[in-house]
């Protein structure tokens, strides 16, 4: 097998394999074309949706994302889906300005506030996949742009209803959005999820 194959398969053992995770969400809101900010080398989504375009600065992505070929025969050989994958690469950071197409979902998982640096580029009415490890979905909550529309829990169900309980804490305060962009992190609330689901309506 090839040196990239191993080196994603080793990666998501380590991190665990979302695979299921993208395809649900892929499946429920019918998700052709996504970008995924600060993805390192988790090339699952490719696997469930067929035009992927990752995004990511560090070293060891940029030579992961090198040589596109075998990532693409290993994902036209396990996909999902019916035709080919179209897989895209940008070794930049999230925040320059890139000229990228309108995409249907964004990813973001622990890599900063991703949301709110790239959800120029969603659709209308497009979704923000999320976790709330460095706040990103916080802020996502908390901004006008973005309707919160469910989870996913640990089972990879999406949830979309009792929502009202998330983003509260067990005694009641409002959320501190200056410490949550100033420590990276999400604040502890009484009820958490794995993945949040928004929905993005531009209100500029
Ligand atoms: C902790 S890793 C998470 C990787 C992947 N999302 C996952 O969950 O397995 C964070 C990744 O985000 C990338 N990253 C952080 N800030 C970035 C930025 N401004 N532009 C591009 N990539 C960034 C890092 O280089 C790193 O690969």
Same mark, same amino acid.
């Not at 290993?74 to 996909?79: A, D, E, L, S």
């Not at 990276?184 to 531009?202: D, E, S, V």
């Given at each position: 097998? !090839?040196?990239?194959?191993?080196?994603?398969?080793?990666?998501?053992?380590?991190?665990?394999?979302?695979?299921d995770l993208y395809?649900?969400?892929?499946?429920?809101?019918?998700?052709?074309? $996504?970008l995924y900010p600060g993805s390192h080398i988790d090339?699952?989504?490719s696997l469930v949706i067929p035009d992927?375009?990752?995004?990511? *600065?560090?070293? /060891?992505?940029?030579?992961?994302?090198? !040589?596109?070929e075998p990532i693409v025969d290993?994902?036209?050989?396990?996909?999902d889906y019916d035709g080919t994958c179209h897989i895209s690469f940008y070794g930049k950071s999230y925040d320059d300005d890139l000229e990228l197409a309108k995409v249907d979902l964004i990813i973001s998982q622990y890599a900063g506030? +991703? /949301?709110?640096?790239?959800?120029?580029y969603l659709k209308e009415e497009g979704i923000l996949l999320c976790n709330d490890s460095h706040g990103d979905a916080t802020l996502a909550f908390l901004d006008d742009d973005f309707e919160f529309i469910g +989870? +996913?829990? $640990?089972? *990879?169900?999406?949830?979309?209803?009792d929502l009202d309980k998330y983003f509260q804490f067990a005694r009641r305060r409002d959320i501190d959005i200056e410490k949550v962009k100033q420590t990276?992190? /999400? &604040?502890?609330?009484?009820?958490?999820? &794995?993945?949040?689901?928004?929905?993005?309506?531009?209100t500029h």
């Open positions: 097998m !090839n040196n990239h194959i191993h080196q994603y398969l080793d990666y998501i053992q380590k991190i665990g394999d979302r695979k395809k649900v969400v892929a499946d429920k809101f019918n998700i052709t074309r $996504a090339i699952s989504p992927v375009t990752y995004i990511d *600065n560090y070293k /060891g992505a940029i030579q992961f994302f090198d !040589n596109l290993y994902v036209n050989q396990k996909k506030f +991703v /949301g709110q640096s790239t959800k120029r +989870v +996913v829990d $640990a089972n *990879n169900t999406i949830i979309s209803d990276m992190k /999400g &604040p502890k609330y009484k009820h958490q999820a &794995p993945n949040y689901l928004f929905k993005y309506k531009n």
